[in-house]
């Protein structure tokens, strides 16, 4: 809940007065409440292709209901997002110590995301992003113990 205050008395900040009251007045700028349901499936593959090939695809499906009620202004509304995302990437793995990847993907953000639907928000689409990457890694062998005096 969110309160607006109008009436309140002069502020003096060299030297206030601790007992001026004022004629205040309270009211109720916003109440709400965000009510949000969501059902994802999401399914990932490694398919080893002969001993130095990978491909990872994987894909995901969301649904992203909320609904948005201020009791102040009793304005109701809410939306439904349905999105499908999904990622690949190819693994080339050389020898046992060496793995360079490419990968790719994307993904979405609701309107309601956090929980907060403004009404100028509520007919926006998800925020979609998409992403690529492409890396190398290599595993350094293990140090042989020193002996020695």
Avoid: Y
């Avoid at 130095?52 to 499906?61: A, D, H, S, T």
């Avoid at 953000?109 to 907060?116: D, G, H, V, Y």
């Amino acid at each position: 809940m969110r309160l607006g205050q109008t009436g309140g008395p002069n502020a003096n900040l060299p030297f206030p007065d601790r007992c001026a009251t004022g004629n205040i007045v309270q009211t109720v700028t916003s109440d709400t409440r965000t009510v949000a349901n969501t059902l994802a499936f999401h399914a990932v593959d490694r398919i080893h292709v002969g001993r130095m090939f990978e491909l990872v695809l994987g894909g995901r499906r969301d649904n992203f209901e909320a609904e948005h009620h201020n009791r102040a202004t009793r304005q109701r509304f809410g939306r439904t997002d349905i999105e499908f995302a999904w990622r690949a990437a190819f693994v080339f793995k050389p020898t046992s110590t060496v793995r360079t990847d490419a990968a790719a993907g994307t993904s979405f953000n609701p309107s309601a995301e956090s929980l907060a639907l403004p009404a100028n928000d509520a007919n926006l689409a998800p925020e979609t992003a998409s992403c690529g990457w492409m890396g190398s890694r290599s595993r350094l062998p293990a140090a042989s113990p020193r002996t020695g005096t």
